[in-house]
C-alpha cells in the first residue's frame, strides 16, 4: 500500500528554517526516516513537498488514483487553506495531519487548523519524530 506524504511552504528549509522551533534534521533526513519505518511496516511511501497551494492540491487529487493514505504537513497552509481542506475531502482513505512544532503552544494564528475538520488525526509538538508516530498510526488504521 503506497502512503502519500505532502509537505506544504517552506518545509524544503528545514534544518536551516528556525532550528529552535523545528529542529536541526533535514527534509532528506525526514524521507530517509520515513523510507525506513514504511519498509518495517510493509508500506511504501511517495514523499512530496511543494512551495505553492495548487501544487498540492493536484497532489492530493492525483493521490486518489494512487495512495491508499496521507500524511500531511500542509506547514502555512494549514491555517489558511480551504482549497487543500476540499481536496482532502474528496480522497477516500485515513488522512492524518503532522506539524513537527505544537502549533497550540504558538501565536494565536497557528491554532487553528483547517485540514483538521477532515484529519483522522492530529499530530503537533513531537519534532519529526510525528511522521514516523503518523506512519504507524497508519498501518493501524490500514490493517
Ligand atoms: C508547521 C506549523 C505551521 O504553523 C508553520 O506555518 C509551518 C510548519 C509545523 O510543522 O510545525 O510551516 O506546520
Do not use: W
Not at 3 to 28: K, S
Not at 74 to 89: C, E, G, K, Q, R
Not at 94 to 112: D, G, T
Amino acid at each position: 500500500k503506497l502512503i502519500l506524504i505532502l509537505n506544504g511552504p517552506n518545509l524544503n528549509l528545514l534544518g536551516t528554517r528556525q532550528p529552535e522551533v523545528y529542529g536541526g534534521d533535514t527534509l532528506a533526513d525526514v524521507e530517509r526516516d520515513c523510507a525506513a519505518q514504511a519498509a518495517e511496516l510493509g508500506l511504501d511511501v511517495q514523499f512530496q513537498q511543494s512551495n505553492h497551494e495548487g501544487a498540492l492540491v493536484e497532489m492530493i487529487q492525483e493521490a486518489r488514483e494512487t495512495s491508499a493514505g496521507i500524511i500531511i504537513n500542509p506547514a502555512a497552509y494549514s491555517h489558511t487553506s480551504v482549497a487543500i481542506l476540499d481536496a482532502l475531502n474528496m480522497f477516500d482513505g485515513p488522512v492524518l495531519e503532522v506539524h513537527i512544532s505544537n502549533i497550540h503552544k504558538r501565536e494565536a494564528f497557528r491554532h487553528h487548523s483547517y485540514i483538521s475538520a477532515r484529519a483522522d488525526g492530529v499530530i503537533a509538538g513531537f519534532g519529526v519524530e510525528g511522521y514516523q508516530l503518523a506512519l504507524r498510526r497508519m498501518a493501524s488504521l490500514l490493517g
